[in-house]
Nanobody, 120 residues
């Protein structure tokens, strides 16, 4: 089992940046593809980005492509989400999760989430 803890959320003005971190416990972090998801108020949780086990492959949904960057440091058991040019519609609780396979959009083990609020 993997335990995940997100951090780095906060309040930022439109056009600003935030970097989210997700720290994982356990010695098997590097064997998991990882994903970031978000849930806006009144909406279902949605997939945002994923990264392969080694970090060599990444994928983004169209709404964040070119603005968000997912990365990982397996030596630190941490995955990151750099968010630039933030928009009010990016406001949501952001979650990291392990993925059963790199191609999956479904999380397996989840963190508790971190709130991101973008003001206009």
């Amino acid at each position: 089992q993997v335990q995940l803890v997100e951090s780095g959320g906060g309040l930022v003005q439109a056009g600003g940046s935030l970097r989210l971190s997700c720290a994982a416990s356990g010695r098997t972090f590097s064997s998991y593809a990882m994903g970031w998801f978000r849930q806006a108020p009144g909406k279902e949780r949605e997939f945002v980005a994923r990264i392969s086990e080694s970090g060599g492959r990444t994928y983004y949904v169209d709404s964040v492509k070119g603005r968000f960057t997912i990365s990982r440091d397996n030596a630190k058991n941490t995955v990151y989400l750099q968010m630039n040019s933030l928009k009010p519609e990016d406001t949501a609780v952001y979650y990291c999760a392990t993925l059963r396979t790199y191609g999956s959009r479904e999380g397996h083990y989840w963190g508790q989430g971190t709130q991101v609020t973008v003001s206009s």
